[in-house]
């Protein structure tokens, strides 16, 4: 009875205060014209988190918040599956899963699996194509041992026979389903075209992992783990200096040593425009389509961000407009701005569409990336996409943990200095003329390369009507 006497009254004082906020407002002479409203600028400073070096060279980024007793840790290693020898494509990604699932060499895999469910820690593990990661998450009243685990996985992880070879047959039975999903056969089709020749080309084969045995995983991970290769994001309930202190406990026994990395040759910046075809028996089809973009050091990148969101960043861009509002040929259309970190990255455009209107699809698709190189875009289109860019860019402030890790990524793919700091204002130059400028730089739909996965029997026209078609036989992976 006194929680519902509180609420009610509660209640009752928020009703009254807003009607006489409504009264004033509505008396005659005392009214406020919302158009005639100011308001100060709005002011956004980018959280800073700290930066501190251990001495074994390993850097560290830190940012306390003591809402929540949690911690979260991130690694950032200077390795990846562009390093990889080409007989054995698929090395960095086992050596990155079996990190963490084989145990350590002080730990078997299933008792470590059992202290962090029992603790409610995590640490995971992985290996991409320029970067490896190795994460934990903790209640801070666990971080002592869940940060001494995390160490052993990082410094000396067992990579257990057992667990190699199940990683091995993991992989083996993904290759072998690889071409389920049609989807994703067009996305690697089209990365396999695009960097033709390049390690970001390559792919898995059974055969290349097949030939990965637990010694490679060891060699690997002995080669490109060294303190002084790795970069350090910490968020969470602790204090700067305690957090010190543990990293170095745990890592400064670490000998630093420099790496000797393969070389790999940038990719080509241009590449063979062709139409690809999957044939597959599926009642819509996929369409991709690409040509090779920029990386992040282009002066270029603020004035593609915004032409990508006009040509296909949003409900309101081009390419949603005509082919899904207007004709209703796709649920999902858009356009892709790949910036590449450490090689030449990619830009383009995809859909899905049912098989009888493929052809007018793609014809539609190229249209409208050509009309991007015709005529400057409109002012609301230029005001709106730069909006949304900026708007978007403040809202991946608002966690500790996103913050000291994009923080520490752009030192460890090396952004250009003030590049958080300056992005707004870099998107609020953009023109009218540069989006146009860029448009006809980067942007050439007759040159990209098409691929179209698909039921050619349903095709409102043959692909051939677009140019010479290459078809692909889908294998297993073999």
Not at 76 to 88: D, F, L, W
Not at 312 to 340: K, M
């Amino acid at each position: 009875m006194i929680i519902f006497t509180r609420l009610f009254v509660t209640r009752l004082f928020g009703t009254l205060i807003t009607a006489a906020l409504l009264a004033s407002c509505a008396a005659p002479g005392k009214g406020v014209d919302p158009r005639a409203m100011t308001f100060p600028p709005l002011k956004f400073e980018i959280p800073r988190s700290e930066r501190a070096v251990l001495g074994n060279g390993m850097v560290v980024y830190l940012l306390e918040d003591h809402e929540l007793p949690l911690v979260n840790l991130t690694a950032y290693i200077n390795v990846g599956s562009v390093y990889e020898p080409a007989e054995k494509v698929g090395l960095a990604g086992l050596t990155g899963a079996v990190m963490r699932s084989g145990g350590t060499r002080e730990m078997a895999p299933e008792q470590l699996d059992a202290e962090l469910e029992f603790m409610a820690s995590a640490i995971e593990s992985s290996i991409g194509a320029d970067s490896g990661n190795v994460s934990m998450a903790t209640l801070a009243k666990n971080l002592d041992r869940t940060m001494e685990l995390f160490a052993q996985v990082m410094m000396a992880p067992a990579f257990r026979e057992d667990r190699v070879q199940l990683a091995v047959s993991k992989s083996v039975e993904a290759i072998r389903r690889q071409n389920d999903n049609p989807k994703e056969v067009a996305d690697r089709e089209l990365a396999k075209a695009l960097y033709a020749g390049h390690p970001l080309g390559r792919q898995p084969t059974i055969a290349t992992v097949k030939n990965i045995g637990r010694a490679d995983l060891v060699a690997f991970h002995r080669r490109y783990f060294h303190p002084n290769s790795i970069m350090l994001a910490v968020s969470g309930d602790f204090r700067k200096e305690e957090m010190l202190a543990r990293l170095n406990a745990l890592f400064g026994s670490w000998p630093r040593e420099e790496v000797a990395f393969p070389a790999v040759a940038a990719p080509a910046a241009k590449v063979k425009p062709e139409t690809l075809f999957v044939r597959k028996e599926v009642s819509q089809s996929v369409i991709r389509m690409g040509e090779m973009g920029i990386d992040k050091n282009n002066p270029d990148l603020y004035a593609l961000r915004v032409m990508d969101y006009i040509l296909g960043g949003g409900f309101t861009s081009r390419l949603t407009q005509e082919i899904r509002s207007n004709q209703g040929l796709a649920y999902n259309v858009d356009s892709s701005l790949d910036v590449g970190r450490r090689f030449i990255g990619t830009l383009g455009a995809e859909t899905e569409t049912k098989s009888e209107s493929t052809v007018r699809a793609i014809t539609l698709m190229r249209d409208i990336i050509a009309g991007m190189t015709a005529a400057p875009v409109t002012d609301q289109e230029l005001a709106l996409a730069k909006d949304a860019i900026v708007n978007s860019f403040m809202f991946g402030f608002t966690k500790p943990d996103v913050v000291v890790n994009q923080q520490a990524r752009l030192e460890f793919f090396g952004y250009p200095e003030g590049y958080l700091e300056n992005y707004r204002d870099n998107i609020a130059r953009v023109s009218r003329d540069d989006v146009l400028r860029v448009a006809r730089k980067y942007l050439h739909p007759e040159a990209m390369v098409l691929v179209v996965v698909g039921n050619d029997r349903k095709f409102d026209k043959p692909l051939a009507t677009l140019g010479p078609v290459r078809e692909i036989t889908l294998e297993n992976g073999k």
